[in-house]
Every structure is written in structure tokens, then in C-alpha cells.
């Protein structure tokens, strides 16, 4: 596996190794020991999956501290825009972000530490999507931001008439008037 470090420097592209012949593929998608070594040292607790039809937007959702989720996610099938916004006040990249492309093409895996908020756009006509998180779903500690807010200025690559959002995302505040305790 190949751990490239991105723009904001926890933030971790993962590009795994994969052997592939005439029967298909196999890969490693999570070694702990190699994540260990190049800074990725997570207690995972739960694992997600979710399925979405083009266009969909899902994001960016966060938990407060203490039920701060780290997560290491992956697209299993179709083509997504990833995106990672730093929540750490005391961060040198606090409201910055990292926008990646993951697909099943590719393969690879992002990690997202704890203090991140996350989201990602579909790309092809549908994406299933999975992720490891290091604390469980608490309700009560969910939070968002507004996938369009002029401050953090994300760059998706998307036709705004062809946006899906879930209504609880859309009533998301903006990053200046979002609860945030890292």
C-alpha cells in the first residue's frame, strides 16, 4: 500500500496494491500494522455502507466530541468526490478541505481523522460507498455544515441543477454559525 499524505497533511490517500490476472483482482484494504506505521492509528467500531444515485450529495456531517468519528472510506462501486473539511481550531488548516475522487477503479481509500467534517457527490449513475468508523452513530452529537458554504468555497464538481440532498442536509447551517468543539 501506498499512504499518500494530501494538502492538509492527516488527511491520507490510500492506494492499495492490487494483483490482478485473468480470474479478476485481490487487495489488501486495511492492514493495520502498515496503517499503524504511517500514522493512521484507529480503533475501528463500526462499518457503514450506503448506496446513492447520481448526483446525490451527502454531507458535511460530523460529531461533536467526545463521539468525534475518525473514517476510512471507499467507494466499492461507481465514482464519488470525497471531501474532508478540518473542524480544529487550533489547526493551521482550520476550514480548509481535501477533495478527492474515489471510485472502484481506483480503489483507493481516504482516511479522515476525528475533528473532519465529510461528505461526497456521486458521480456515475450510482456509487455504493463504504466506511470504518472509530465511534458509534450518536444522534444526539451529529452535526453539519452546508455543503455550499461560500466561506469554505469547496469545489465540486457538479451541475447545481442536478443537486440531491436529504432534508436534513439541507437545513445545515453555515460554517461560521456551526457548533463546533475541537
Not at 40 to 60: H, K, P, W, Y
Not at 101 to 116: A, D, H, I, Q, R
Not at 168 to 174: I, N
Request: proline letters at 4%.
Amino acid at each position: 500500500m501506498e499512504f499518500v499524505r494530501t494538502a492538509i497533511n492527516d488527511v491520507i490517500l490510500i492506494k492499495p496494491q492490487v494483483f490482478a490476472d485473468q480470474r479478476g483482482y485481490f487487495m489488501e484494504t486495511y492492514h493495520e500494522k502498515e496503517y499503524r506505521q504511517n500514522g493512521i492509528e484507529a480503533c475501528f467500531v463500526q462499518d457503514n455502507m450506503s448506496s446513492s444515485v447520481q448526483g446525490t450529495l451527502r454531507g458535511l456531517h460530523y460529531q461533536l466530541a467526545p463521539y468525534a468519528q475518525g473514517k476510512l472510506v471507499r467507494v466499492t462501486r461507481g465514482r464519488v468526490f470525497d471531501v474532508a473539511v478540518d473542524l480544529r481550531r487550533q489547526s493551521v488548516t482550520f476550514g480548509q478541505y481535501v477533495g478527492v475522487e474515489l471510485s472502484e477503479e481506483n480503489k483507493c481509500s481516504l482516511w479522515v481523522p476525528p475533528g473532519f467534517a465529510h461528505g461526497f457527490y456521486v458521480l456515475s449513475d450510482s456509487a455504493e460507498f463504504t466506511y470504518k468508523c472509530t465511534e458509534f452513530y450518536n444522534p444526539a452529537a451529529e452535526r453539519g455544515i452546508s455543503w455550499n458554504d461560500p466561506e469554505i468555497n469547496i469545489h465540486w464538481p457538479i451541475d447545481n441543477n442536478n443537486i440531491i440532498l436529504s432534508e436534513k442536509d439541507k437545513k445545515f447551517p453555515q460554517f461560521s454559525g456551526a457548533e463546533i468543539n475541537y
